[in-house]
């Protein structure tokens, strides 16, 4: 369950053993918000302009009898990310970097197409298992998102108005309430930045937006902790390019998700290369399957 909206689990009826999600907005939602109705239908327009596997497929869009607005999508078959982290705590980092590579895929796609996602976290993933051999990362909750050219500084009364889940905003967010590519590669870096430590990226004592906006537009570090100082078995090439995804002045930051995946990769690269660590060796073997699926090697 998420805050806007409930998901359900139910079974196709001509075809009883595809599940899939059926997303239904709450009623509060619906009473606060004159826009309400248009959100889901607009998170089926945009998951319809995907073709990657990294998105469940949007169904049909509809309302209840009872007047709720709701939304069917394929129904993805395994935990969220945000389970997985909190169930393993880190995960070994060159698993972390074959997610990382899919979740690049994913944002790219959308990216490519025009939209911004604007809530990328470990709760708006989920990990498929797609065979015996294979998961597949799926970007959900695609509810946020809006066309790039729509998401310049949006103020009101001299507040910004946000979008997005406070502890994974990045700092121009919070300041004028603009969203770009780079606040994707941001949330991104927040994301993976969990994946390998199991803790959020921000860590301050009030955990609200005005908490995290105070932090933000502080002199604070971001991260908080550099990974190296909770992982030091996480190779200093990994870490500096995740740190690049988090630089406060966006400008610093990779230029668009392309550009992140392929760091990642050149990264993942020296690391096999090195040889010396134990790990190596399933950084090797995550490379080469990562390599020749993006038709590399
Ligand atoms: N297609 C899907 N298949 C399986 N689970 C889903 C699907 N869509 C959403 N969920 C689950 O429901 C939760 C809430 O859905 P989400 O789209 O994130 O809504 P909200 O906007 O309310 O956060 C997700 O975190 C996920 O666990
Ligand atoms: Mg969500």
Redesign the pocket.
């Known amino acids: 369950?998420?805050?806007?909206?409930k998901?359900y689990?139910a079974v196709q009826e001509s075809v009883p053993q595809r599940k899939v999600?059926i997303?239904v907005l709450h009623e509060i939602h619906l009473r606060n918000d004159k826009d309400a109705p248009a959100k889901l239908k607009r998170e089926a327009y945009y998951l319809g302009m995907m073709r990657s596997p990294c998105f469940?497929r949007a169904i049909t869009t509809g309302i209840t009898n009872d007047g709720l607005p709701f939304l069917v999508?394929?129904?993805?078959e395994g935990p969220?990310l945000d389970a997985v982290i909190r169930d393993r705590r880190r995960l070994p980092y060159y698993e972390a970097m074959e997610l990382a590579v899919e979740l690049c895929e994913g944002v790219e796609e959308m990216h490519s197409r025009g939209i911004l996602h604007r809530d990328i976290k470990p709760?708006?993933l989920?990990l498929e298992n797609t065979s015996k051999y294979r998961t597949h990362l799926k970007i959900?909750?695609l509810?946020s998102a809006a066309p790039i050219s729509q998401c310049g500084p949006n103020m009101q009364d001299g507040k910004p108005l946000i979008v997005g889940t406070p502890v994974y905003l990045a700092p121009e967010q919070v300041r004028d309430g603009s969203s770009s590519i780079q606040s994707d590669i941001y949330q991104m870096s927040a994301t993976l930045y969990e994946m390998l430590t199991g803790v959020k990226v921000i860590r301050t004592k009030r955990k609200d937006l005005e908490g995290y906006t105070e932090y933000l537009l502080s002199d604070n570090p971001i991260p908080t902790h550099p990974i190296g100082d909770i992982r030091p078995d996480v190779p200093y090439e990994i870490e500096l390019v995740i740190e690049k995804g988090l630089t406060k002045d966006p400008r610093y930051r990779w230029k668009n998700a392309t550009e992140y995946m392929n760091a990642l990769l050149d990264a993942a690269q020296m690391v096999a290369a090195r040889n010396q660590d134990k790990k190596a060796g399933g950084m090797r073997t995550v490379l080469r399957t990562l390599l020749r699926r993006m038709g590399k090697k």
């Open positions: 369950m998420g805050s806007f909206t998901v689990i999600a997303k469940p999508m394929e129904y993805v969220s709760a708006n989920a959900l909750d509810g």
